[in-house]
């Protein structure tokens, strides 16, 4: 009689625990405020996507692939590289790329581009981007199918 009466109140305790629902907290974003502006807050962001081009050659086999994010807040001129990927050897397209944007170079309040271009290993532009592509902030996207140019 009392194995049944401990079944009878275990049974419906582990019945209680196994319909409750989880309702796990978000992933705390990482901020930190930057050296320029110490009351913003900054967000850590990864962009990503792929790099593709219209015509159908193939690249030389010592192809560089380069994508930079600018902050394009400030003048063309003066813009700053916050993150940059180099991709040697790259094959095909379309080319997969992934950058990791360190979270003391973002300003939430700011503008982030991303640009990206494949060169010779000689360092001549093959392809470039003929815009530069919203990323990070004001709700861009951060996976993005970059179609680059070629060079004349």
Known sequence: MAVEFRLLFVIPLLLLHACQVSNPEPAPTTQTPTAQNP?????????????????????????????????????????????????????????????????????????YRLLARIEDSSGKALFTSSKAHPVITGGSANNLDVIVDQTR
């Open 39 to 111: 009351t913003a807050q900054t967000v850590e962001a990864v962009v990503s996507g792929t790099i593709t081009y219209r015509q159908k050659i193939a690249l030389p086999p010592d192809a560089v692939v380069r994508i930079e994010i600018i902050d394009a807040s400030e003048r063309v001129r003066d813009f700053v590289v916050v993150a940059e990927q180099t991709i040697k050897n790259p094959g095909a397209v379309p080319i997969k790329f992934q950058i990791n944007c360190p979270p003391d170079r973002i300003d939430p309040n700011h503008q």
